[in-house]
């Protein structure tokens, strides 16, 4: 019963959120009319009171406001790599700051033709949702690139979760061990395209309009699994060099997997640190 409850949960959150999902809540803001105002249901409410507070925390490398990009680059289908004069089209229509969000009222008031996309929150949300449902636990939930924990295995303090390779899925390169909240990775080789030989990753730069550059993968614990959801899309959008500094400045744990000439690099906050399995003595 408690399983089924767990998949209803996740259902539901679908079913809200979901751009699949003509009847979904992300849906109807996406077409309703520009310059009206779009009123949501209080839980969807909350959530883009995060979304605001997690897009504005890292500088716009995490906006969900891209479905325009997403659709000129055709990164659900064979990919495409847009002209200029699409290229620019899409960016002009896309971002967070083309919406007015009321939080006292639950509105959302599209200015322009803009589109949200639930890639970078939803399934971390759905996990959320789970999380409050199910408690302390012990349980966890594997929703594949993310995992959310409560409590400990039985028999342990703390789940063991496996790191993969970022350009070899199957081979665990790291292992940490988490008790609550959701570990999240972001990653661009296994759904990456190659269009005419031009790499079109499914992971867009909000602020350029066009793939992020990084191809490794980034990690990211958080007691929520919204905010891990999105910090993993923004710090691989920022890449290490932007991340790492921007990430352990904020006790953020993370870590990156740079593939570099053969070798894998690996770079990771001090708060990810201490969720390395404790050495025996």
């Not at 593939?259 to 990771?268: Q, Y």
């Amino acid at each position: 019963a408690t399983l089924e409850s767990a998949l209803d949960t996740i259902e539901a959150t679908e079913q809200e959120l979901s751009t699949w999902r003509e009847s979904s809540q992300i849906s109807a803001l996406n077409r309703h009319p520009v310059g009206e105002a779009w009123t949501a249901t209080p839980r969807v409410c909350r959530l883009f009171v995060d979304v605001w507070q997690w897009h504005r925390a890292t500088g716009g490398a995490f906006d969900p406001a891209i479905g325009r990009l997403l659709a000129a680059w055709d990164v659900r289908g064979e990919g495409v790599v847009p002209t200029d004069d699409a290229g620019l089209t899409a960016l002009a229509a896309s971002g967070l700051e083309l919406l007015a969000f009321d939080g006292n009222n639950c509105t959302l008031t599209r200015r322009a033709d803009v589109a949200i996309d639930a890639g970078a929150f939803g399934k971390g949300e759905a996990l959320d949702r789970v999380a409050d449902m199910l408690g302390n636990g012990p349980w966890m939930i594997d929703l594949g690139g993310q995992i959310a924990v409560g409590g400990g295995p039985p028999g342990g303090t703390g789940w063991p979760i496996g790191i993969a390779h970022p350009h070899q899925r199957d081979s665990a390169v790291l292992q940490i061990e988490i008790s609550k909240g959701s570990l999240a990775t972001s990653a661009g080789s296994e759904r990456d395209l190659d269009v005419n030989g031009t790499r079109v990753g499914h992971i867009l730069d909000p602020r350029t309009g066009r793939p992020a550059t990084f191809s490794g993968s980034v990690s990211v614990w958080h007691e929520r699994g919204m905010a891990a959801d999105a910090l993993s899309t923004a710090l691989y959008v920022m890449g290490p060099g932007e991340g790492i500094p921007w990430a352990e400045s904020r006790d953020i744990a993370a870590c990156y997997l740079i593939p570099a000439r053969g070798a894998l690099r690996i770079e990771m906050t001090s708060a990810f640190r201490r969720l390395l399995p404790t050495p025996a003595t």
